[in-house]
C-alpha cells in the first residue's frame, strides 16, 4: 500500500547548526506535501506546505524541498532554537487521504 | 474563528465498555479525519468523512466506527475496548479538497483499566 518512510526518527543539533529531515512517499500519484510539528502535549500545527508543481518553498528559517522524480521531499531548518524541539511529521497527499510518515523528534542542544 | 473541538478532553473507562468521542470542525470545514497517537508513536490514520460519507479507512479492526453529521460534526465509538486502546484520539478538518490545510483538535486522551 501506501506509505511514507521519515529519517530519522530523533535528530540532535546544537543550538544555531541546521537540521534536515527527510521523507519518501510511494504513491506517485501524491501532489501535496504538508510538515506538521507537534510541540509535547500541544496538538500537530502545519508548519509549511509545498504542491507538486513547485520545488522548493521558503518561509523565515523553515524550507521544504520536492524531488518529484525521486519521490522524496526534506524538511530544512536554519539557525535552529530552542522552540524548534518538538516532534516533526511529513505527509503525502494522494486521493483524499494524508498518508503521514512516522515522525523526527527533534532535539536542541544548548 | 473557533478551531476544532473535541469532547470530552479525558475520559477513562474500563475494558469491554464502549466509547463515544466527538470532533466539531471549523465551521464551513466539510472532511474530518480521526487518528490514534499512542506515547512516541505517530499518527495511526483510523477513517475519514466527508459530507457525512466514509471516504477512507485505516487498517483498524471494526471496533472502530464512525460517522458524520449533516453539520459536518463527526462521532467515533469504540466498543468492546481493549487496554490496548488507551492513547490520544485526535480529529483533523480541512474545506475537504485535495491540498488543503487539516487543523487539529486538542484531543481526547482515553485511558482503559
Known amino acids: 500500500g501506501e506509505n511514507v518512510e521519515q529519517h530519522p526518527s530523533t535528530l540532535s543539533v546544537q543550538e544555531g547548526d541546521s537540521a534536515v529531515i527527510k521523507c519518501t512517499y510511494s504513491d506517485s500519484a501524491s501532489n501535496y506535501f504538508p510538515w506538521y510539528k507537534q510541540e509535547l502535549g500541544k496538538r500537530p500545527q502545519l508548519i509549511i506546505d509545498?504542491?507538486?508543481n513547485v520545488g522548493e518553498k521558503k518561509d523565515q528559517r523553515i524550507a521544504v524541498t520536492l524531488n518529484k522524480t525521486a519521490k522524496h521531499f526534506s524538511l530544512h531548518i536554519t539557525e535552529t532554537q530552542p522552540e524548534d524541539s518538538a516532534v516533526y511529521f511529513c505527509?503525502?497527499?494522494?486521493?483524499?487521504?494524508?498518508?503521514w510518515g512516522a515522525g523526527t523528534k527533534l532535539i536542541i542542544k544548548p | 474563528k473557533a478551531g476544532v473541538t473535541q469532547t470530552p478532553r479525558y475520559l477513562i473507562k474500563t475494558r469491554g465498555q464502549q466509547v463515544t468521542l466527538s470532533c466539531s470542525p471549523i465551521?464551513?470545514?466539510?472532511?474530518v479525519s480521526w487518528y490514534q497517537q499512542t506515547p512516541g508513536q505517530g499518527l495511526q490514520f483510523l477513517f475519514e468523512?466527508?459530507?457525512?460519507?466514509?471516504?477512507n479507512k485505516g487498517n483498524f479492526p471494526g471496533r472502530f466506527s464512525g460517522r458524520q453529521f449533516s453539520n459536518s460534526r463527526s462521532e467515533m465509538n469504540v466498543s468492546t475496548l481493549e487496554l490496548g486502546d488507551s492513547a490520544l484520539y485526535l480529529c483533523?478538518?480541512?474545506?475537504?479538497?485535495?491540498?488543503?490545510?487539516?487543523?487539529f483538535g486538542q484531543g481526547t486522551r482515553l485511558t482503559v483499566v
Open positions: 505527509a503525502a497527499r494522494g486521493n483524499y487521504q494524508l498518508i
Open positions: 465551521s464551513g470545514h466539510r472532511s
Open positions: 483533523a478538518s480541512s474545506f475537504g479538497e485535495m491540498n488543503t490545510e487539516a487543523f
Open positions: 509545498i504542491r507538486s
Open positions: 468523512y466527508f459530507s457525512e460519507t466514509q471516504r
